[in-house]
């Protein structure tokens, strides 16, 4: 559960970051993290266009320079823009400067407002100079749908476990998910629906 679904005091590390919605809302909010790249992020819009949701793309600068026909297909179909900075860098290995530099020049692509840490972890150094610029994305749910160890079914099962009202969850746009999104995320959408979710984006107005 500590990786699906986030310990409280992680929490509390990032003190003015969301992590989870309105938990009185019967909604949930779905974002993919590390895109655009041509492998995945054409089925994943497919497939969210098949079911009319819109989602949060929290996108790597560098491949939005590589495949600017896939950022401005996610923006022509109206899905919201994340920042997951340019190189999708490690929390740990680079100077805080070094990572906020890194995270402006994504944004000259990107034009976000929201940002969210690669492997969701930044220095707290690192937080705190972010957090006066962009509104800080985390998470409710992870799917886990990059674990070569977890199969399409395990990735809907955590879907189903962990989801509850306001819920953020994470699928990732990338070659290590891309098999078992064929499955799982369909599948994923179908269940929500059917359990009575509303699919919602966030509104940065009121962040």
């Known amino acids: 559960m500590f990786i699906e679904q986030p310990a ?3 929490r509390w590390i990032y003190p003015r970051a969301i992590w989870r919605m309105d938990p009185k809302e019967h909604s949930v909010y779905l ?7 041509p492998q995945s992020t054409p089925f994943i819009l497919d497939t969210l266009r098949e079911y009319g949701v819109k989602a949060t793309f929290f996108m790597v600068g560098d491949n939005v320079r590589k495949y600017p026909e ?5 923006v022509d179909e109206g899905h ?11 929390a740990f290995k680079h100077w805080t ?3 906020v530099l890194d995270t402006h020049k994504a944004n000259e692509l990107i034009h976000a407002r929201l940002f969210r840490p690669p492997h969701g972890w930044m220095r707290r150094s690192v937080y705190w100079w972010l957090r006066h610029e962009y509104k800080i994305i985390m998470w409710d749910v992870v799917t886990r ?9 395990d990735v809907l099962s955590n879907v189903k476990r962990y989801t509850r009202n306001g819920s953020i969850i994470t699928f990732h746009d990338s070659l290590k998910s891309i098999d078992k999104l064929r499955i799982a995320l369909p599948a994923a959408i179908k269940w929500l629906r059917d359990e009575g979710y509303e699919f919602k984006t966030f509104d940065t107005e009121d962040l």
């Open 80 to 90: 919201q823009l994340g920042n997951h900075t340019n190189h999708h860098l490690g």
């Open 8 to 10: 409280r005091w992680l």
């Open 97 to 99: 400067i070094t990572y």
């Open 145 to 153: 749908d990059y674990s070569k160890w977890l199969t399409a079914d």
């Open 70 to 74: 896939l950022y401005k297909r996610i």
């Open 31 to 37: 974002t993919f993290d590390d895109g655009p790249i």
